[in-house]
């Protein structure tokens, strides 16, 4: 392949639409290939703004908006990397002959957890949790009747666990009703699952384009009110549980079509595997491989981008911890104790320009000679670190 050099007639521009800390790594992998990065998010100084070569701050959710931005970049490649985008404009840029990655159905169906659910469990027959969707207080009551206690309420629309909560007895709905209404998308809609008491979870990175599939070796991870705050690579898994959840990822993402990389999400409960969701784009719990692997989720996102092939190397166990801002700022200050960068440990903070209580400013990184080590290490670190 053929790598211009950017800010030049004929350069490879592609195109972010999410800027966050997932984004900014997405923008300098592919600034490490000379491509030309434009980086959109709702706000300005995003973290991938520091480190693209053009920003903006616009309403994604604004259709016109959208494709005013994209007509006048003109980008080889659009790169959904958030939920909250205008999907008409993706499907119009699609027919002016934009590529939007994977492509704009299964951002479609993967930016609400009604489509994809159905699309997983109704249409390809992969194991799911029972599920209602309801839109109504008293049709919330009804579906934890039906299901059970515990079940998991979620809005339809929303990320990194906003407005999702899990309810132990009917004395609980109002307030789940509530929650839910910290959606970041829309909570018009809800899905209520049956509550699996699984033995663990896992983050499958599954990357895919015209030279094959590749899995990243699973990825175990902690998450308290639906966000991660700690992940490892790998998770220790029964051969039987790992064939079967690479075969429902390959089953959903081959489904879905197109190029990247795709974080398949599983519940684990012996050897029988749920499918939970997927996100058509670098996961946060992959984090943990930019300090595991040749290749991060990242620059194989960027490699399946542009049809490369999906070649890398496992280093061994390793862990990330998230680092949440524990005060408000507008000129956030993030401490870190110096013997965190060591031969196998280091920081990224992602250069957020505002904080708020419980936002990830930071993710901390090790290496260990098993998973547990790792876990611990990445964990002290966070434990050490302060903001102002």
């Known amino acids: 392949m053929t790598f211009p050099a950017p800010l030049q007639e004929g350069s490879i521009k592609i ?27 709702r706000y300005e100084r ?3 703004h520091l480190v693209a070569h053009r920003s ?3 309403d994604m959710l604004d259709r016109d908006a959208v494709l005013e931005l994209i007509e006048k970049e003109r980008p080889d490649w659009i790169l959904p990397e958030v939920e909250a985008i205008s999907i008409e404009a993706l499907f119009e840029a699609e027919k002016r002959g934009f590529r939007v990655i994977p492509n704009a159905e299964a951002v479609n169906k993967t930016m609400n957890r009604k489509n994809i659910r159905i699309f997983a469990a109704e249409e390809l027959g992969l194991v799911t949790s029972s599920y209602r969707f309801v839109s109504t207080l008293e049709g919330l009551r009804e579906a934890a009747d039906v299901l059970g206690y515990p079940c998991v309420v979620k809005p339809v629309m929303s990320s990194s666990g906003h407005g999702q909560s899990i309810v132990r007895s009917p004395e609980g709905i109002e307030a789940a009703w509530e929650k839910a209404k910290e959606a970041r998308g829309d909570a018009s809609e809800l899905i209520v699952e049956e509550f ?52 429902m990822a390959k089953a959903v993402t081959d489904g879905l079509g197109g190029r990247g990389i795709f974080g398949v999400e599983f519940f684990v409960k012996g050897d029988t595997v749920y499918f939970s969701e997927l996100s058509p784009r670098p996961h946060d719990t992959g984090m943990v491989t930019m300090i595991t692997q040749s290749q991060s989720e ?38 870190v104790p110096d013997d965190a960068f060591g031969k196998d440990t280091f920081v990224r903070i992602f250069g957020k320009p505002e904080s708020h209580v419980g936002r990830r400013m930071a993710v901390a990184l090790a290496l260990g000679n098993d998973v547990e080590e790792a876990k611990a290490k990445a964990q002290a670190i966070v434990d050490r670190m302060e903001d102002e």
């Not at 175990?220 to 898994?237: E, R």
């Not at 039987?240 to 959840?245: E, F, G, H, I, V």
Request: hydrophobic residues 45%.
């Open 196 to 247: 699996i008491p699984f033995d663990y979870e896992i983050t499958l990175l599954t990357v895919r384009n015209e030279t094959g599939t590749v899995f990243c070796e699973p990825v175990g991870h902690i998450q308290q009110d639906g966000d991660y705050v700690l992940s490892w690579q790998p998770m220790p898994m029964h051969p039987d549980a790992l064939r079967k959840a690479q075969e």
């Open 15 to 41: 195109m972010l639409l999410g800027s966050g800390e997932l984004g900014k790594e997405v923008a300098i992998e592919a600034q490490r290939l000379g491509l030309e990065v434009i980086a959109v998010d």
């Open 46 to 48: 995003a973290p991938a």
């Open 298 to 335: 990242f620059a194989l996102h960027v490699r399946a981008v542009l049809g490369l092939p999906l070649e890398f190397a496992f280093y061994g166990p390793g862990a990330s911890a998230a680092y949440k801002a524990k005060h408000e700022s507008s000129n956030p200050k993030i401490i």
């Open 56 to 58: 903006y701050a616009i």
